[in-house]
């Protein structure tokens, strides 16, 4: 398959962005990921086809959804109360009328194919900020990986046109897939959520295996600069051990940054959006400053620069 002919399926572009990278950025965000990460802010991101997203807020039960769907995926369980989605029915579709004739907003599609030229057209619209501020495109999601032709054929054509890039990755792909995009990636943002395969798996439904073999790989290939992500969950990987045990980790590897992300509870009402529960569950609390900084302190003890940041 040509590069030309690929299309991705993105969820969101995230302008003036300053968090994702130096300078002032343009976050894409793709759609589709290995990962099940209990604590997702963005449940949208995980499936790997465009869903409907029912914000109950907006929406003023008019039923003219239910009248609009051509699938009969949109029921209505009695008059008053909100509609039920079969996802399933619902995943089938192409056209999302029920979203498009919600005249309240209450109905989004979360998520649009689109080629590699019209992102870029809409990433250089904010071109002129990255001259300003040294800033550029950070290739996010979901998984970017996920749709690996998709970023590589992307990233590359933002490296032919001067824009500085950055790839935000869980790592969770073939090593070969990884290697390859490096060369028209100028940083990596590499998240690692827990040291131990065992819990990682049943935090996020994979191991951690490939993923820290692939870091470890990316970093003695040292060709590009390496920025570790952790989010910070209380509870479940928020230890002093496992804080400890990833600094060490990180520290043989010779990379010198880490960046801590606080959970928050932001992404919450969209798993009722998409007819989901709240995996990790509602009582958690996040991360007060106190236990940030004890954990900022482990990785500065290892002679790391470490910052606190937000998602």
């Known amino acids: 398959m040509s590069g030309e002919s690929i299309k991705g399926l993105i969820y969101n572009i995230q302008g003036y962005s300053i968090h994702d990278g130096p300078g002032i950025r343009t976050t894409v965000f793709m759609k589709g990921c290995p990962l099940k990460c209990k604590w ?3 449940p949208e991101s995980t499936n790997a ?17 239910a009248e609009t769907c051509t699938y009969g995926a949109i029921s209505i369980p009695r008059k008053g109360e909100f509609i039920r989605i079969n996802r399933a029915v619902c ?3 192409q056209e999302h009328l029920c979203a498009k004739g919600c005249f309240q907003g209450a109905l989004e599609i979360a998520g649009r194919y689109i080629t590699q030229d019209e992102l870029l057209q809409e990433v250089l619209k904010d071109s002129l900020f990255y001259r300003n501020s040294g800033g550029g495109v950070t290739l996010s999601g979901g998984e970017a990986l ?3 032709e998709f970023a590589f054929q992307f990233l590359k054509k933002c490296g032919e046109k001067g824009i500085h890039t950055v790839l935000d990755t869980s790592g969770q792909a073939p090593w070969e897939i990884i290697r390859d995009i490096l060369n028209y990636t100028d940083i990596v943002f590499f998240d690692v959520k827990h040291m131990d395969p065992a819990v990682h798996k049943r935090l996020t439904g994979v191991s951690n295996e490939q993923i820290l073999k692939n870091l470890e790989a990316t970093a003695l290939l040292a060709i590009v600069p390496i920025i570790i992500r952790i989010p910070v969950i209380p509870g479940h990987n928020d230890s002093k051990k496992n804080m400890e ?9 010779g990379i010198k940054e880490v960046n801590l992300l606080p959970y928050h509870r ?10 989901r529960k709240y995996p990790l569950g509602e009582d958690i609390i996040p991360p007060n400053d106190t236990d940030m900084e004890r ?13 606190m940041g937000a998602e």
């Open 40 to 42: 997702c802010s963005n």
């Open 49 to 65: 086809f465009p869903e409907i997203l029912h914000i109950q807020g907006k929406c003023v039960k008019c039923y003219r959804c």
């Open 91 to 93: 995943s089938e579709c």
């Open 146 to 148: 996920y749709q690996h």
């Open 245 to 253: 045990d990833t600094a060490r980790f990180i520290r043989k590897l």
């Open 266 to 275: 932001l992404g919450m009402s969209k798993y009722k959006g998409l007819g």
């Open 295 to 307: 954990i900022r302190g482990i990785f500065v003890s290892y002679n790391l620069r470490c910052s």
